[in-house]
Nanobody, 112 residues
Framework: VQLVESGGGLVQPGGSLRLACAAS????????MRWYRQAPGKERELVAS???????TYADSVKGRFTIFRDNAKSTVFLQMNSLKPEDTAVYYC???????WGQGTQVTVSS
């Protein structure tokens, strides 16, 4: 089983990034997929989730700026992040629920 995140990096405030999480080894289409993030010194927080029927939810802090979507044919979940702010800086992780699998994380840094 693998969840492999990609797409992180350094971006200026107001910029955009698209994260991807490629899954293998389990029934991806049967799980709700979630993106979490963890900033230094803070607890891991849920950012966004997408269910098996494409119902999405977002943390208040990212509503209107982030979009989560999935491609079951490619077993991949994405997080489109626009209008990035310095407070979005964190390691971003994808998670499969209820299977309980986690990716290794990808660093997102928003700084000028």
């Amino acid at each position: 089983v693998q969840l492999v995140e990609s797409g992180g990096g350094l971006v200026q405030p107001g910029g955009s990034l698209r994260l991807a999480c490629a899954a293998s080894g389990f029934a991806f289409s049967r799980d709700t997929m979630r993106w979490y993030r963890q900033a230094p010194g803070k607890e891991r927080e849920l950012v966004a989730s997408v269910t098996t029927i494409d119902f999405t939810t977002y943390a208040d802090s990212v509503k209107g700026r982030f979009t989560i979507f999935r491609d079951n044919a490619k077993s991949t979940v994405f997080l489109q992040m626009n209008s990035l702010k310095p407070e979005d800086t964190a390691v971003y992780y994808c998670n499969a629920w209820p299977s309980g699998y986690w990716g290794q994380g990808t660093q997102v840094t928003v700084s000028s």
